[in-house]
């Protein structure tokens, strides 16, 4: 016979809420998030998105579409590069790269075309080159001890 007043708790998917009486289903840990969030090793990510963090490494977290998918309520958001559910500004940010084949296309169109600011380097040396810009000479050159650098004014 099962106690009456006991407590039946179902763990938790990846994604959702954790703590101490809350736990993760296994081989899910609870993550330090808001609310906590059970999430694993990318290694495991079956059924999940391995997404880079800059403070916790890669972690599986939930995969998403849009924010509903999401503990929104919680703060919690579909991050549109990696499709998982975060809180803002915990994944690694994912450089956009523009379409073309050419790599004079490969910019932004709402910026003009580029051009060139300093010479191309120079080497002097192996361990040594110089550039200039518009008014300036740089000379770079690496010795025993450190990497230095002058400028001409």
Same mark, same amino acid.
């Given at each position: 016979?099962?106690?009456?007043?006991?407590?039946?708790?179902?763990?938790?998917?990846?994604?959702?809420?954790?703590?101490?009486?809350? %736990?993760?289903?296994?081989?899910?840990?609870?993550?330090?998030?808001?609310?906590?969030?059970?999430?694993?090793?990318?290694?495991?990510?079956?059924?999940?998105?391995?997404?880079?963090?800059?403070?916790?490494? %890669?972690?599986?977290?939930?995969?998403?579409?849009?924010?509903?998918?999401?503990?929104?309520?919680?703060?919690?958001?579909?991050?549109?590069?990696?499709?998982?559910?975060?809180?803002?500004?915990?994944?690694?940010?994912?450089?956009?790269?523009?379409?073309?084949?050419?790599?004079?296309?490969?910019?932004? %169109?709402?910026?003009?075309?580029?051009?060139?600011?300093?010479?191309? %380097?120079?080497?002097?040396?192996?361990?040594?080159?110089?550039?200039?810009?518009?008014?300036?000479?740089?000379?770079?050159?690496?010795?025993?001890?450190?990497?230095?650098?002058?400028?001409?004014?």
């Amino acid at each position: 016979m099962v106690p009456t007043d006991a407590a039946f708790v179902v763990a938790s998917a990846r994604g959702g809420r954790c703590d101490l009486v809350q %736990p993760c289903a296994e081989a899910l840990t609870c993550m330090p998030l808001p609310g906590g969030t059970c999430a694993s090793s990318c290694e495991t990510c079956e059924g999940g998105t391995c997404v880079e963090t800059g403070t916790l490494g %890669p972690v599986c977290l939930a995969s998403c579409s849009t924010d509903q998918d999401c503990r929104a309520d919680e703060g919690y958001v579909c991050d549109r590069a990696w499709h998982a559910c975060a809180i803002p500004n915990l994944a690694a940010i994912v450089a956009k790269t523009c379409p073309g084949t050419d790599e004079r296309d490969k910019r932004d %169109p709402a910026f003009g075309a580029s051009e060139l600011a300093i010479s191309p %380097p120079a080497p002097i040396t192996p361990n040594a080159m110089l550039v200039k810009t518009a008014t300036t000479w740089f000379a770079a050159w690496r010795d025993a001890e450190a990497i230095e650098l002058a400028s001409s004014t």
